[in-house]
């Protein structure tokens, strides 16, 4: 088709409709879903403060247990007069991490808000004003966040580690497997995040004098370009981690012990 005859856009009209006949809502809408509906488990996991805990596994939602109106404390650094769901104490540092994540800030923008919703498409809304105003100013934290879940790992591990310790003695079931997937899951997520790659291989001049940071910056490179796939899974992770143990403390299923 010539250019003299290809249609064209001009004016209020352009701002409102677009010329893609493909499909391209299709991953917005999906992405709201998803995304969506792990916010609203994890909330109502959150408030119901029930189910997470059973000998010897603790949903990650609920780990590290800081106060002692826990199933299970894992550091008790608030006494008795804490009286609400433990989860709320320790969700703000993985939660506000994901929140300001690189990626999900452009999977949220694009399906939440249509900041774009996809490319040669218009925004939803007429001004846009970037990250400089209140509330998406707040993503600026997304560092501070990053240093706050790195020792959310740490007792992620140490949870994998305990749920080798059965009431009767050491063994290995599929919760340990579970949890132990979760754990690294969660650490490649960290892993592959921007300012962790930030934190290897930035303020460098030159890499050729910090042989051992450019070692890390490059490993973790790789992992950085995969990370739109390690945050998926990682998210399906937690979910999973949590509905094992949960359905096991209610006893709608049974823990498979693999090694005695």
Same mark, same amino acid.
């Given at each position: 088709?010539?250019?003299?005859?290809?249609?064209?856009?001009?004016?209020?009209?352009?701002?409102? *409709?677009?010329?893609?006949?493909?499909?391209?809502?299709?991953?917005? #809408?999906?992405?709201?879903?998803?995304?969506?509906?792990?916010?609203? %488990?994890?909330?109502? &996991?959150?408030?119901?403060?029930?189910?997470?805990?059973?000998?010897? %596994?603790?949903?990650?939602?609920?780990?590290?247990?800081?106060?002692?109106?826990?199933? *299970?404390?894992?550091?008790?650094?608030?006494?008795?007069?804490?009286?609400?769901?433990?989860? =709320?104490?320790?969700?703000?540092?993985?939660?506000?991490?994901?929140?300001?994540?690189?990626?999900?800030?452009?999977?949220?923008?694009?399906?939440?808000?249509?900041?774009?919703?996809?490319?040669?498409?218009?925004? &939803?809304?007429?001004? %846009?004003?970037?990250?400089?105003? =209140?509330?998406?100013?707040?993503?600026?934290?997304?560092?501070?966040?990053? %240093?706050?879940?790195?020792?959310?790992?740490?007792?992620?591990?140490?949870?994998? #580690?305990?749920?080798?310790?059965?009431?009767?003695?050491?063994?290995?079931?599929?919760?340990?497997?579970?949890?132990?997937?979760?754990?690294?899951?969660?650490?490649?997520?960290?892993?592959?995040?921007?300012?962790?790659?930030?934190?290897?291989?930035?303020?460098?001049?030159?890499?050729?004098?910090?042989?051992?940071? *450019?070692?890390?910056?490059?490993?973790?490179?790789?992992?950085?370009?995969? *990370?739109?796939?390690?945050?998926?899974?990682?998210?399906?992770?937690?979910?999973?981690?949590?509905?094992? #143990?949960?359905?096991?403390?209610?006893?709608?299923?049974?823990?498979?012990?693999?090694?005695?």
């Amino acid at each position: 088709m010539s250019s003299a005859a290809a249609p064209t856009r001009t004016g209020a009209t352009a701002s409102r *409709h677009t010329l893609r006949r493909d499909a391209w809502w299709v991953e917005p #809408v999906l992405t709201v879903v998803v995304l969506g509906g792990f916010v609203v %488990y994890a909330t109502w &996991a959150a408030f119901e403060n029930a189910h997470y805990y059973t000998a010897p %596994y603790l949903s990650p939602l609920y780990s590290p247990c800081l106060s002692l109106n826990c199933e *299970h404390v894992s550091v008790p650094l608030l006494g008795a007069w804490y009286t609400l769901s433990p989860a =709320f104490l320790i969700l703000w540092a993985p939660g506000g991490f994901r929140l300001t994540c690189y990626y999900y800030r452009k999977a949220y923008y694009r399906s939440f808000t249509w900041s774009p919703p996809a490319c040669a498409v218009p925004d &939803a809304r007429s001004r %846009y004003f970037g990250e400089t105003r =209140f509330p998406l100013i707040l993503q600026n934290l997304h560092r501070y966040f990053f %240093y706050a879940s790195v020792p959310v790992l740490v007792f992620l591990w140490w949870d994998t #580690v305990l749920a080798l310790r059965f009431p009767d003695g050491f063994g290995v079931g599929v919760g340990t497997l579970v949890l132990g997937a979760n754990a690294a899951l969660l650490t490649l997520y960290t892993l592959s995040c921007h300012s962790c790659r930030h934190l290897c291989g930035g303020h460098v001049d030159a890499f050729s004098g910090a042989p051992v940071r *450019h070692r890390f910056w490059k490993w973790l490179t790789v992992l950085n370009e995969r *990370h739109m796939l390690i945050a998926w899974t990682s998210l399906f992770g937690v979910v999973l981690a949590d509905v094992y #143990v949960r359905l096991l403390s209610m006893g709608v299923i049974r823990d498979l012990r693999i090694v005695f």
